[in-house]
């Protein structure tokens, strides 16, 4: 026995220390490798043809002061003409797919289906056509962020009538590439575009309305999708056996020293369960725990009732178990205190701390990338996965975004490598170890674009773009080291690599061996 527990103690140590770790370990034959990009975030051609303006268009025309940099996404990548060095981008990557959006007033210049723009028509329907010509294929998401600024001034996200403009649109979408689309995201991030507008009026269209407006926006992003998933179910499932969900952004988060992970797990439920807990619980609706607690905010504030809306059993029955996967979009991680008595809690650097009542903050040990939001975790990504099993069962996880900023634009990008090959290793880990269906991983972002309130300063991309010249697109170092995995399909260390971490692993290594000793030792004096 006592031999079995050494083998299998040496066996792990040999896998999974940094230091030879990954030479060969292999992704599921049926794992998927994308990369994803957003259509406000490179298509540029703002106004070209019919299109009308979009709330990003407004919100960063109106005021260039929102945005980090003055700039605004007119040109961007300029994808609108260059969509064909973007398919050789996803081709030199051997992707075997490509996640991208579609732009609801370039497709709908009036928000509404009265008109299909033809030039929108034959731009996404090209695009696709020439994916699948490359054999790549096409992950489209129907919202992205970018709301017809007409649908903006009759309120929007905050309108409950949204929830039928988005139905007819996404409708729309279905109906013009479901024959070639097979894997569809309905929303991006709520959280985001929510919170981010209503609660810090950052993201456009910057309404500040943190105690209304954000929850208004949540419970019709959800009605919204739901109505679309079920459209798709009806209308269009028989004839072309697609698969449909929405994508959360989620921080993973755990407690501070001397906290209980309770006060950990109200923030997850805020930040990841609002949006999950009505479509993936058996129970469906607002998660009991976040309900009971902004009622309860609500009351002692002095509102006749909960601020966040209830929904009605119809409702909730509605929304329930409208998915096919959960699309997790994993950035970051953060440690939650709560406040102490007395304690100014800020929307920023989190949306919801102050309805929480907490504190977010940093392990020292977690490096800091460009964006202000921005500390690299990587084990969170597989903690994040686990909770998400934990909460809704066995469902498909696929990664609909994972990826590294930084400021540097150079091609030699070991940070963002590194952040790969960490994040994907627990990827692996969740597979093998914890045992969740993982069957993608979607790198953000293919290239340099438009990084929404951080204009052109964070570079996300696999691909450098050169926004000062003619939108040139050149692969980085990770792009090779991406589209090495992918040929392996399997977590490997380039050459490279090795070289430029070596010291780093060789502390590592000894810092492991010198673990395993004392555990063999322990348990030999036992
Ligand atoms: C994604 O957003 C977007 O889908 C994509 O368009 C964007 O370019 C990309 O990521 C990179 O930003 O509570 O302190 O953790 C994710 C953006 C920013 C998500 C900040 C949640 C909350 C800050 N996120 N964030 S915190």
Redesign the pocket.
Known sequence: MKYYVVLLSVLIERTWSTNDAPQQLKFPPWFKFGAAT?AH?IEGAWNVSDKTPSVWDVFSHEKPSRIGDGSNGDVACDSYHLWREDIEMVTHLGLHFYRFSISWPRLLPSGFPDRISSAGRRYYSELIDGLLAAGVEPVVTVY?WDLPQSLQDLGGWTNPLVVDWFADYARVVFSLFADRVKTWITI??P??FCDGAYTMGVYAPGVLSPDIGKYLCNRHALLAHAKAWRIYDQEFRDRYRGKISLAN?I?WYEPADGETDDVAEIVRQYGGGIFSHPIFSKKGGWPPVIAKMIAENSRRQGYPKSRLPPFTEKEIKFIRGTYDFYAL?Y??S?VVRRARPGETIDAW???GAPELNVS?TVRPEWKKAP?S?FYINPVGIRHQIRWLKEQYGDVEVLIA?NGYASHDPTAHDMDRVQFYKDHLEQVLLSIYEDGVNVTGFTA??LMDNY??MDGYVPK?GLFAVDFNDQRTRSPRTSASYYAAIIREHALIEPPEYLSVTQNATNTNTSYNSLILSFVLIVYFIK
């Open positions: 957003a975030q992205h991006n991030e959280l985001v952004t921080t979009n950035y970051t953060r650097p989190f949306f977010l964006p939001w975004e953000w972002s990084e929404w996300f």
